[in-house]
T-cell receptor
Framework: DGGITQSPKYLFRKEGQNVTLSCEQN?????MYWYRQDPGQGLRLIYY???????QKGDIAEGYSVSREKKESFPLTVTSAQKNPTAFYLC????????????FGQGTRLTVV | QQPVQSPQAVILREGEDAVINCSSS?????VHWYRQKHGEAPVFLMI?????EQKGHEKISASFNEKKQQSSLYLTASQLSYSGTYFC??????????FGTGTRLQVFP
């Protein structure tokens, strides 16, 4: 079955450490997105990519980095510069443009202690 | 710029109706609606493109007022399964999808 896989589902890290969240899709979608979800704030866009080897900052990119070396993969690194990294992170993809249905992964809950 | 949803929360009895609004300060190219159960991935409900259309999906429908940059989601004769958080997603052009603040809907027997 086609879909988006995020791993791991739960992640614990010590403050000051970088951590990478995995997002893989086998839907052959061109565009991929990372969102952060906090209670009462909805889904906020961190980074997005419309094509391999190209990505753009979203509304809250500070303290995060991404890469898009393969069409099916869009990993997100939460760096030590992110001041409040504890959150639920969702990865999504769309076939091409943003005016098509988005498919989401199951999310990764990151807790920094 | 994140679209604003209202109300923030809705409590219903089974069979009652609800309207959720999504408002943007910028011109919209399209509006998406999704429902998310706690701890799960958002699930696609429908998408409305520029042109002021209205769409329906079982007892859930939506409208898009292009002039006002607003969309409304209509839930009629609500069921327990409708409980969750509803998000509107907006595209101001074709390259990125921005989501709203969310509306939490709870349906009780």
């Amino acid at each position: 079955d086609g879909g988006i896989t995020q791993s791991p589902k739960y992640l614990f890290r010590k403050e000051g450490q970088n951590v990478t969240l995995s997002c893989e899709q086998n839907l052959n979608h061109d565009a991929m997105y990372w969102y952060r979800q906090d209670p009462g704030q909805g889904l906020r866009l961190i980074y997005y990519s419309q094509i391999v080897n190209d990505f753009q900052k979203g509304d809250i990119a500070e303290g995060y980095s991404v890469s898009r070396e393969k069409k099916e993969s869009f990993p997100l690194t939460v760096t030590s510069a992110q001041k409040n990294p504890t959150a639920f992170y969702l990865c999504a993809s769309t076939p091409t443009l943003a005016n098509t249905e988005a498919f989401f992964g199951q999310g990764t809950r990151l807790t920094v202690v | 710029q994140q679209p604003v949803q209202s109300p923030q929360a809705v409590i219903l009895r089974e069979g009652e109706d609800a309207v959720i609004n999504c408002s943007s300060s910028k011109a919209l190219y399209s509006v998406h609606w999704y429902r998310q159960k706690h701890g799960e991935a958002p699930v696609f409900l429908m998408i409305l493109l520029k042109g002021g259309e209205q769409k329906g999906h079982e007892k859930i429908s939506a409208s898009f007022n292009e002039k006002k940059q607003q969309s409304s989601l209509y839930l009629t004769a609500s069921q327990l399964s409708y409980s969750g958080t509803y998000f509107c997603g907006t595209a101001y052009n074709t390259d990125k999808l921005i989501f709203g603040t969310g509306t939490r809907l709870q349906v009780f027997p």
